[in-house]
């Protein structure tokens, strides 16, 4: 049995939580906090497998009470679990120390395995979270790095192009048309001065935009 | 050229002319001279001829008397010694006194019987020469003469004969002979180089000769008889007698053989028929003899006569050669001074004319052609006044060209012609007479002036001085009326105005400068700030006045006045004076009280910020409420949905679809209600600051826009609070306007921190636009993102010009927190 501790100042959120985590059969939920100093007194108190923690609270807030847990009791993974979907929320929230994020929009869906995953030590993000992170990562490697010069929208092709998707996946990905890709990816090689695919894969490994 | 060469011509003839006569004076003389010889020559014949003639008749009468003599008849008679001896020397007595070569007797035979030589070795006695002419001629009784070589003593000599008669007989006993030498009479001959003197026989044997070589020789070819005569007769011995080769060329002229001219004259001897007298004259040597004196005179005289001639020809030749030059050079001047009046005349850029008398015009200028629009052939030979306007035609024909004729000059008359296009120029017309040597008046010689621009300009300025005259009275009540209107202004405005000199002093204040600072305008004029108002006051005004002045520019500054102990804030302008030549000569101030003013914009203020404060709390509220009170239940209602679907997806598949449907509505409300918090408020903003929130807001103004947003950002403190919401709002605010007016393909926005200032640059590269004339709505834009800036201390800057983008920046000490 996986115990597991929700925070979230709602009650009705937390009791649709608990449905969820409680129906998975092998997790029990052995806390619950409405906020963040409760979240981290639970913490203390009932040692659970898993903390589930909402960014959005009284008293302190997610981040901090990751902060403090991280601090406190580092054994303990905790699963973010949020109504923001804005990456710079993933980002701060992994890298102040949560080893997974999922709005809870997705919590039906999601929230189980999320749950599994970061229990078992490993690291949960959606497609969109990792790929916000990785931009991000590569972005603060340096202090001058050529990306600098890029927008979020041309990282993000240059990131997808270079991991091998079509100008079609790229366009489903982000709602944009196919045309709008080449147009960025045309631009990407001339502010880069590269030459075709293979030369932007190769700086976005350089540039650590992409994990090899 | 042709002038000298008929000089040259001329002195050559004069030259001839002189030579020729020379030569003919030269000739006459030579002439005069060779007839003067001749006639000499002639004379001297008629001498030669008369002692020749004295001579040979000289011993006629002694021999006569000498044959009358008793001894010689005697001795013919009878023949004996005795008698001979006597008779002898007779002839001996005769011989010596006659001096004549010899004297002898013949007998009837005519042999020698007695003779003065008798004893000689060339002795006549025994000899007979009854072959003689003279014996025969005696023996007839006649007294005979002759002439010839003597055949015993070889010589020349005159014989006379005359016969010895016995006494009363008729008939001759013998011959007395006298014969005399020639000697003496060759000798009168004496040679002479020019001419040749010869006695000759009638056959023209040479019988006496000035030239030796020629005697016995003949003057003509003889022929052959008369060759046989002369050796029978022997009276020149035996010969031969050789010719001299002289041949007569006409009748005065005879040639020897070396073609000598001689001139021949002859006379006959008296009483020896046939015999000449032969003068030969030698031209040659006579013309030399004659010429040679004329030569050694008349010739030097004439070549220095030639000479001289020559030389006072070629001095006069010289003398004409360069006056002829001299009248060229000064010809060639006046034909280039004629040329050049001509010229001048033409290419004067004047209206020049001539008239002659009857007022036809003889010469115009090219100007006057130009100006007139006429060609010159066009207008030569027609009258002057063909070209006036009628009224100048009139008054020129009735009063100034007779003044002009009389007066010789004329000026200024006012003259209107008439241009070939029937346009009218008015000139100024003076002119002078033209004289020839006899003060005859030729032409006229006229200038005319174009004044109709002159005269236009004249009107035009005149018309324009009584403009300016009655515009000036105009101007001047204008200006009362505004001087009554400005000194009510200035007597009633609530502004406080002065006017300084450029030295600070007062000149002029207000009535309300008057009451705001209790004194009278005249007290003040001439008086610095510090003579009349309090250290403060006076300190304000007189920095910024002077500032003005320094500046020369105008200043817009608020002074702070403190009334009846409250403090008065006064918008100043102030400006520089200037006079005519831009020099500044003082500063005027105008004054406005605006502490009422400026208290409800300081109120404006706090309530505008009091305003967005609370506006930005609200919509923080309404974010968060919306966000996580109706999100959260709207994320619990599709947890609830979810359940259910799971729940009947086996049992019941429309329930389930009906849930799915559900969950699907609950997804786009959220979507929305989170779409509307954000836009209300971010809350990466409150969560995270102010980095996060603009990184998050450029993304998505790049994928909403899609137009290409680079965020760049150092690293730096987190900013929160008023301060990120006002760089928030700001950077929100710039970028909404890049997407709406901009048409930018790019924008960038940089977020930096250095010197404790938090920078935010937001830069497009759009169309731009003129900061003066943005529209209400983008003005009111700005003046929002302004005023956001200045409530958090903040400046706020915008750069932008047509086609070069736009660029706001704003800056904000981060000293607060």
Redesign the interface.
Known sequence: MIKVLLA???S??R???R??VEESGDMTVVAEASDGREAVLAVRKERPDVAVID??MPVL?G?EVIAQLKSESPEVPILVLT???????VV?AIETGAMGYIT??S???QLVKAIRKVHSGSLFLTDAAAEALALRVAKGSGTQSPL???????LQVLRRLALGNTNREIASA?H?SIK?VDTYRF?LLKKLSLRNNADLSRFAIQNHLIET | MKLRSILRILSLLAFLSAGVAGYLYYSLLKDYAFQEAERSALNRLQATKKNLSAFFSENTKPVRVMAGMTPLVDALVHMDPQTLNAANALLDLFKKTLDVEVCYLMDIRGNTIASSNRNDADSFVGMNFSFRPYFQDAMQGLPGTYLALGTTSRKRGAYYSYPVYRESADTPIGIAVIKASIFFVEKELTPEETSIQLVVDPLGVIFISSRPEWLYQLLWQLNPKDIRELRRSRQFGNGPWHWTGLRQKGEKLVVDPSGKSYLFHQVDIDKYPGWRIVHLYDIEAASKLVSEPLSSIIRPVIIILCTLLGASIFFLYRRASMEITRRRTVERALRKSEERYRSLYHQTPAMLHSIDETGNLVSVSNYWSEALGYTREEVIGRKLTDFLSPVSRKYAEEKIIPTFFKEGFIKDVPYQFIKKNGAVIEVLLSAITDHDEQRRTIRSLAVSIDVTERNIAERALKEAKEALSSYSKDLESQVRKRTREISGILQYTPAVIYIKDADGKYAMVNSRFEQLFGVQSPDVRGKTDQAFLAPDIAEQFFKNDERVLREKQSLQVEESIVIDDAVHTYLSTKFPLYDGKGKVTGVCGIATDITVLKKAQEQLRRLSASIMTGQEKERAYLARELHDELGQVLTALRMEAVWIRNRVNQSDPTASARALTMCELIDKTIEEVRGLAIRLRPGVLDHLGLVEAVEWYTADFEKRYDITCIFEHDDGPEIRGNLATAAYRITQEALTNVARHASATRTKVTMSFGDGNLKITIRDNGKGFEIESLGEAEGLGMANMRERASLVGGVFDVQSRPRGGTRIRFTVPLTKS
């Not at chain 1, 600098?148 to 041309?154: A, Q, Y």
């Open positions: 979230d100042d709602h009705i959120v009791a649709g939580l449905r969820i960014i959005s807030d981040l109504m923001h979907e804005e990456h710079q929320y701060r809870k929009q919590a039906p869906e600098d010069t890029l927008s979020t929208r041309e982000y944009i709008t631009r």
